[in-house]
């Protein structure tokens, strides 16, 4: 069992910065591959990003690229969604996912363990 829990959400003006933490407890963090997705109010969960376990691959929506960083630190259980230059249409609720097995990594019905969210607002 892993548990995992999103931070770093909150409200930030177009154009600005927000990091999103998420920290994973349980068996060996190491051991998954990791993933960043979003659902908007009325829209459906939308992939945003995703690491591999050792940090060699990082893959990301075309919307987000360029703007967004994805990185984790394994010693610390911890992987992180740097998020730059938001838009207002950047406004989600940010879920951080874990998966062992390799596959779709855009497609959420391959994650094992999901946090609960962390909204994230941008006003224009």
């Known amino acids: 069992q892993v548990q995992l829990v999103e931070s770093g959400g909150g409200l930030v003006q177009a154009g600005g910065s927000l990091r999103l933490s998420c920290a994973a407890s349980g068996r060996t963090f190491s051991s998954y591959a990791m993933g960043w997705f979003r659902q908007a109010l009325g829209k459906e969960r939308e992939f945003v990003a995703h690491?591999?376990?050792?940090?060699?691959?990082?893959y990301y929506t075309d919307s987000v690229k360029g703007r967004f960083t994805i990185s984790r630190d394994n010693a610390k259980n911890t992987v992180y969604l740097q998020m730059n230059s938001l838009k207002p249409e950047d406004t989600a609720v940010y879920y951080c996912?874990?998966?062992?097995?390799?596959?779709?990594?855009?497609?959420?019905?391959?994650?094992?363990?999901w946090g609960q969210g962390t909204q994230v607002t941008v006003s224009s």
């Open positions: 996912a874990a998966r062992f097995y390799s596959g779709d990594y855009a497609n959420p019905r391959g994650y094992d363990y």
């Open positions: 690491i591999r376990r050792s940090s060699d691959s990082t």
